[in-house]
């Protein structure tokens, strides 16, 4: 389905010469206030509210899937969490047992 660009009407011009909103404004840029307080979030923030936003997108998906494969996804988290949990150890040892540089 192709869609058709909405056209957005921009308000005129004053008589004086001046836009009657913010440059962003006239050219059609964050007009929308949750556009705004997006942008006004500390980067690190955005960052955590997207990976917030796909990890519940990933256990909505993971929900609907048929039992068997939500088992075997289980399975395969499980031995992946053992795994990372096993590296850090290993890098945790490594770190304590190499002396400091210098």
Known sequence: ???????????????????AGSGEAWLGHNRSGKRRLW???????????RLLAEAL??????????EPARGRLE??????DRVIRRIAALLAELARRTPPPG
């Open 1 to 19: 389905m192709i869609r058709q660009p909405q056209n957005t009407d921009r308000p005129p011009e004053p008589q004086n010469g001046q836009p």
């Open 39 to 49: 942008e006004r979030l500390n980067p690190r923030h955005r960052k955590d509210l």
């Open 57 to 66: 997108a990933l256990r909505q998906n993971h929900a609907r899937l048929p």
């Open 75 to 80: 399975s395969a988290l499980a031995d992946l």
